[in-house]
């Protein structure tokens, strides 16, 4: 085998050491890591639950079962969610005593500030806002105040799914100042405080 021979076939071999390893590096696939859970965006859904006058009991007889519908929007940055929100319920007649008889909640409008912290697809947040409640006469009381302006306190736990759909528990604890009522007694004003558990669906879009 000639000189010129064996520099070529020891060329060749050199390469094939130093470039092969890489070139199979080339050829193998690459793994790509899935792009981290967003909840950036606005968002429509539904709730149902129970809202109650007194704990511990929310199931109580003076308790009534409430739904409605929210509408939000979400902004993430990092691991922290801030958001609005607005929501409405119908509170089924919920009762409260007053003097010389009871008035019920029969509706309620809320706009909510939300600040949370996500862990992936969890979130956890708290909310903060006004709270608009219709109230009714009922047993003994002859006339109730109707709309009155409360504010409200919350706490919540959303899992998040795919095809932008999440899934949330909620409690609210609204509180309104100088309910006007008239009974035998005469008329007064009383401060009520409610409670309200429910869950809820969101879709994002």
């Known amino acids: 085998m000639s000189s010129r021979v064996k520099i070529v076939l020891t060329a060749a071999s ?3 050491c130093l470039l092969g390893p890489a070139m199979a590096a080339d050829l193998s696939p690459t793994y790509n890591e899935p792009p981290a859970f ?8 539904v709730h149902g639950g129970t809202a109650f006058t007194g704990m511990p009991n929310p199931f109580a007889g003076r308790n009534g079962f409430s739904g409605g519908v929210q509408a939000g929007y979400n902004q ?3 691991p922290a969610v801030l958001g609005a929100e607005i ?3 119908y509170l089924g007649g919920a009762e409260h005593d007053v003097q010389g008889g009871k008035i019920k909640e029969k509706w309620r409008g809320a706009a909510k500030a939300k600040a949370g912290l996500s862990f992936d697809q969890t979130l956890l947040f708290g ?7 219709k109230f009714d006469k009922s047993d003994n009381v ?3 105040d109707g709309w009155k302006v409360g504010y409200l306190l919350g706490a919540g736990i959303e899992q998040g799914f795919a095809g932008g759909l999440s899934a949330k528990v909620e409690y609210d604890y609204v509180r309104t100042p100088g309910v006007e009522t008239t009974s035998a007694l005469g008329t007064s ?3 009520i405080g409610s409670h309200e558990l429910k869950a809820g669906i969101n879709y994002r879009f």
Request: aromatic share 10%; charged share 5%.
């Open 87 to 89: 929501e409405g319920s």
């Open 189 to 191: 004003k009383t401060t």
């Open 127 to 133: 909310t903060g806002g006004v709270a608009l409640t």
């Open 142 to 144: 002859s006339s109730a």
């Open 38 to 45: 967003q909840w950036s965006g606005a968002y429509v859904g």
């Open 14 to 16: 050199l390469a094939y």
């Open 76 to 78: 993430q940055m990092g």
